[in-house]
């Protein structure tokens, strides 16, 4: 198996940095990385063992200019590790200094006593050549037979998907409303108006947006509007939201009847997918 | 000792305290002739600071060889030890306002008082009570360091800010014109959750890089840390010296003739072999060059505990992986001089020859095996006295 890739896009590194704290914030114990020849593909599983509940692919040619790779066989082009995204940030974090940022970030797949993933980040430097330095990010590489554990599900197409642009608006209001109740009610109907809403024994409380953009929604006939709703753990959705570290454009909520709401963090071009159960009240 | 110390140099001085605070807990402070000596050493033993500040540092400077009092004091020079916390205390607000500081003893030597004159004719005093009266004197030589390295603080730091700030040891090659930089892993077990960085700077980045020899050595990344923080809020450049010899300490400089200078001695591991006995015997006779070097010469009162207290191994990474390194075992092959260190004798019983060693060594911990006296004839009468009953039968566990 050989991995070589080579970043020059200061934009592309900074878009990996912000992946990589993003994923070391969720604090997932391991996060899996599937590199494919047209895709890197990060994704995380909840616990050991259950399925993928958050992914982000990456295509390899808007993050490598250059790129070799030489999957586990043939017809199975592919390379799947767990790695830490902490210690990936950490490594990455390196690739800005005094003096700017790095000419070249160098990701290779090497053998150093155990597999790592070598980071090689020339710098500027006052003298005549770059300076350079090397990060070994321990991996653990997953043998072929795990591979179907760690492939994105796929997504049943959401009854409405509703686009928020203030991100920061929703995440103050699902905080405080964390605050009251661990359980969080979203509505989103298909003429744009979002409502989140908690039920306490103290009373209803409920915080409304109107006229937001709808991504998509299912066509009636009647012309009537349509709407969703679903109870989900508040605490996931505002912790997802505290992870951000994306500097995110905008969230994409496709919310499916009862029963899941898949939430889109979009930066540039990079989308990274959440699902989140829903549960019964 | 009497000193006044100006408005700007009191910001040197609390800067210098701060240093020292993130290396030792105790100050050391001794007025000499020429100036002050503010020393500490750290914990195990593995570090040492001294900040010298001369004459040229204060407004008025008097040691007490210039003051005519009582034969008592005149004896010897007001040396005295005290607390670290307490002396970051008097130099943690930014204190802008301060016009002079005044440093004397009072209380007859038992109380380091530091008097703040601020503006609008605020004075703060804080008594510092003295600890001990005790000097702190570290044996090494700079000049025989074969490899030299000056630069600005701007580049170490830079170069230091991609080692994560867990890593405590860093590990520093120098070889043909180039200086490489790396955490030091233990090599006999790779760590699954650290990342092993490597950092390469050319000797055109440094204002002056002379190798000597082509060197390895390992250090802990602390105290440098503390240093270059020091120098870059004075904005010197930072000398470093060092050889290749195993065990011999590096030393970092910050000069700033003729107003102060500070130096921080390291002790090193030379990580040239990368299994874990040799690693044990270098931790070993590290630990015995360090005794050797660093001599307390307490003046008057001793603390009998503190002398004979076991050195603990300097530098060691505080991991839960390393117990060769703790309690390493002392072999024939360290003929440097160690002082009080506990060792395993094992020597010849001149009683018992013939016996094998392993059946010695079970003799001597473990006498009551092998006497005959399991049988019930030769049970005394303590013996037949209960002291316990079984705790089986008592509660119905």
Redesign the interface.
């Known amino acids: 198996m050989k991995f070589r890739g080579k970043m020059t896009d200061a934009g592309a590194v900074r878009q990996l940095t912000n992946l990589a704290s993003t994923l070391a914030k969720m604090k997932a114990a391991s996060v899996t990385l599937r590199l494919s020849k047209d895709l890197s593909t990060f994704s995380m599983c909840e616990e050991a063992g259950s399925g993928v509940i958050c992914w982000c692919a990456l295509e390899q040619g808007q993050l490598f200019t250059e790129l070799t790779l030489e999957g586990a066989t043939a017809e199975h082009n592919q390379i799947c590790m767990h790695l ?1 995204p902490a ?1 990936v940030a ?2 990455l974090t ?1 690739s800005k ?3 700017g940022v790095a000419n070249s970030v160098k990701l290779k797949l090497t053998n ?3 597999p ?1 993933l070598t980071f090689q980040i020339d710098l500027p ?5 770059p ?8 991996i653990t590489l997953i043998p072929r037979s795990e591979w179907p554990l760690h492939e994105h599900p796929e997504v049943p197409i959401p009854n409405i998907s509703i686009r928020v642009s203030s991100v920061k608006k929703v995440r103050t209001v699902i905080d405080r409303l964390r605050k009251l109740s661990s359980k969080l009610h979203i509505r989103a109907s298909s003429n744009g108006d979002l409502c989140l809403r908690t039920e306490t024994d103290a009373g209803t409380f409920a915080t409304f947006f109107q006229h937001m953009p709808v991504i998509q929604s299912e066509d009636t006939n009647d012309g009537n509007v349509q709407t969703v709703s679903l109870w989900i753990d508040a605490k996931k959705i505002a912790q997802l939201l505290a992870s951000d570290q994306l500097n995110t454009e905008y969230l994409t909520l496709g919310l499916i009847d009862d029963r899941m709401l898949h939430v889109i963090l979009t930066q540039n071009d990079m989308h990274l997918h959440y699902l989140i159960a829903a549960i019964s009240l | 000792m009497k000193c006044h110390i100006p408005s700007a140099n009191v910001k040197v001085l609390g800067k210098a305290i701060q240093t020292l605070s993130r290396i030792g807990d105790e100050l050391y402070i001794q007025p000499h002739a020429d100036g002050i000596y503010f020393r500490t050493v750290d914990a195990q033993r593995s570090a040492f600071a001294t900040f010298d500040f001369h004459r040229s540092f204060f407004l008025h400077y008097s040691s007490s060889s210039n003051q005519a009092s009582s034969s008592q004091s005149q004896a010897q020079p007001e040396i005295c030890k005290v607390a670290m916390k307490s002396c970051l205390s008097v130099f943690r607000t930014q204190n802008i306002n301060v016009e002079m500081c005044k440093l004397f003893f009072s209380n007859n030597g038992r109380m380091l008082v530091f008097q703040l004159v601020c503006r609008h004719s605020i004075c703060k005093t804080h008594h510092v009570p003295v600890i001990q009266t005790e000097t702190l004197q570290a044996n090494y030589n700079k000049s025989t360091a074969r490899n030299k390295l000056i630069t600005q603080s ?2 170490l730091i ?2 230091l ?2 080692f ?1 700030n867990n890593q405590d040891e860093i590990t520093i090659s120098v070889a043909a014109s180039k200086m490489i930089l790396r955490n030091f892993t233990e090599t006999g077990e ?16 440094f204002d002056s890089l002379q190798i000597g020899v082509d060197a390895t050595i390992t250090f802990n990344l602390k105290e440098l840390r503390a240093l270059l923080s020091f120098a870059e809020a004075c904005s010197l450049p930072v000398s470093g010296h060092f050889d290749n010899t195993p065990g011999r300490p590096i030393i970092f400089c910050v000069n700033n003739q003729p107003a102060f200078d500070a130096e921080i001695v390291l002790a090193t591991m030379s990580s040239n072999d990368t299994t874990a006995f040799s690693q044990s015997q270098s931790m070993t006779s590290q630990r015995s060059v360090n005794d050797s070097v660093l001599r307390k010469r307490p003046s008057t009162s001793i603390d009998p505990s503190q002398s004979t207290q076991k050195r603990p191994t300097p530098a060691a990474p505080t991991t839960p992986q390393q117990p060769v390194l703790s309690q390493p075992p002392i072999t024939p092959q360290i003929h440097t001089e160690i002082e009080e260190i506990q060792q395993l004798h094992w020597e010849d019983d001149e009683e018992e020859v013939g016996t094998p060693p392993e059946l010695r060594a079970q003799k001597f911990y473990f006498p009551r095996c092998f006497k005959d006296s399991t049988d019930s004839m030769n049970t005394t009468q303590a013996d037949a006295v209960v002291l316990a009953y079984d705790s089986d039968g008592e509660s119905g566990k």
Do not use: W, Y
Not at chain 2, 190 to 205: I, K, P, Q, W
């Open positions: 830490s210690l950490s490594a390196s200094n005094a003096l150093k006593k155990s790592c430097s006052i003298g005549l050549n300076r350079t330095c090397i990060h070994d990010v321990p | 701007k580049l830079d170069a800010q991609n994560r790779f760590m699954r959750n650290t990342v092993r960085t490597e950092f390469a700077l050319e000797s055109t980045e």
